[in-house]
């Protein structure tokens, strides 16, 4: 387990911004999301607040994916992710956390069907849960990638000891412990420290996280037999969206 107060300055450069196009020009979401960070009280409890439910999210949706199915068909990890959405303002979701809620409460959904799906889709390799294998010169640029998704989870000191680096999983707690870590030091007053949380953060779903959603969203909707999956990954990708705009605009 890493300790929250080990946070290390990473070996990457953290200065790029997410979603705002070098003409200046604004999407109607990134405007929405500055109006919600202008307007808000910014207090360390308000930011807090954000982080947890930001944590508890990507958390959650890495438990979404993982090979332990039956935890998804618990009520609970649908409540706390309706729960930790509801604190995040401005974060529209709804359509696909309906869609998502519906899928789970099939009669005929139980873990034995899931964890089936779960292994023909993740495991056998119809619909790969990994970012290299959605790179358009995959066989050039994997082992870089690789290489620099595993460079920055060891500038944070920690190393995927259940998948690979760049498994949808990883990446997703990655980003639930950054926020708990950014959490951490803001509430010890370490602002450097909280600094570097959040501009690793944009930075890793600017150059991994954010590309690759889309297209595995589309291959698992493709091949998946039952709505959940599909369901899930589409809540993801729309997550991961908004919550690059809000981090963009909060920069």
Known sequence: MVCLASIRCPHHNCSGSVGISC????SSQQKKTLEMV???NTTVDDKLRILSSRAVVY???AKAFGP???SLLD???LKDLKEALKTLPNYDVEKE???TSDALARNDLNSEVLAL???RLFEKGVSPPYETSYNIEREEVKTHDLVDVAGFYAAFGIKPHRELPDHVVSELEFMSLLCLKEAYALSHRKRKEAKICAETQRKFIKEHLGPWLSPFHKRVQENAHLPVYPAISN???RFVMLDSSFLSAAQ
């Open 75 to 77: 009520k609970m990890t």
């Open 59 to 61: 958390s959650t949706l």
């Open 97 to 99: 956390l309906a869609a």
């Open 23 to 26: 003409s200046g020009i604004v």
């Open 117 to 119: 799906e779960h292994t």
């Open 38 to 40: 202008s307007s808000l």
């Open 68 to 70: 332990n199915t039956s």
């Open 235 to 237: 809540l993801l990708q």
